[in-house]
Each structure stands twice: as C-alpha cells, then as structure tokens.
C-alpha cells in the first residue's frame, strides 16, 4: 500500500514562487513514476511533471518554469514552481504510478493572485 502525503501550497502573488512537497509511504521502485498533476476548478486534472529514473516529463503549460525533482532515498519529490501565473491556480495531486495501478495525494491548493 503506497501513501502519498502533499505539503507546500498556499497563496502567492503573481511571479512569486512556491515549493511543493510530497512524501510517499510504501514501496516505490526508482522506476516508477513519481510526480505532480494538478486541477483548477471546472477542469481536467492535467500534468504538471513526472520522473522516475529513466525520464521526466513537463506540461506544456509549466516546461521553463517548474522543476520536478525526487529524493530515492526518501521517497520524496519536489516540484519548485517559479514565476507563477494566476492560471497556475488549482488544487496540485502527487502521484505514484506503479505498474498498473496509479495512487494518489489528498492534493493540496496552490492560489496565485494576480
């Protein structure tokens, strides 16, 4: 049983910058994807940014101005989110996928005012 644990969001002026948090409990192999999506009111979950030792991948919307890191050790990833947006407001999900199976994060909110 894999549990994911967010912490880090909160409000912040546009081009401010935050730090998001997630600590996992269980067995997650360095291959496994580990990372961020997130969801803004009235819209589908999207990618932020994913890793694992063979890849990493950004959205399209955040490529330049996140950076998703992982601690193997810890079970840890990061993502440093910088010159934030107001359109970067949502509720940000960490997500372990592990094989077939996907677990997520109680997700934590991140607002950016304009």
């Known amino acids: 049983q894999v549990q994911l644990v967010e912490s880090g969001g909160g409000l912040v002026q546009a081009g401010g910058s935050l730090r998001l948090s997630c600590g996992a409990t269980?067995?997650?192999?360095?291959?496994?994807?580990m990372g961020w999506y997130r969801q803004a009111p009235g819209a589908q979950r999207e990618l932020v940014a994913i890793t694992s030792d063979l890849s990493t991948n950004y959205g399209d919307s955040v490529k330049g101005r996140f950076t998703i890191s992982r601690d193997y050790v810890q079970n840890t990833v990061y993502l440093q989110m910088n010159s934030l947006k107001p359109e970067d407001t949502g509720t940000y999900y960490c997500v372990a996928q592990i094989g077939q199976f996907t677990y997520w994060g109680q997700g934590t909110q991140v607002t950016v005012s304009s």
């Open positions: 269980g067995t997650i192999f360095s291959r496994n994807g």
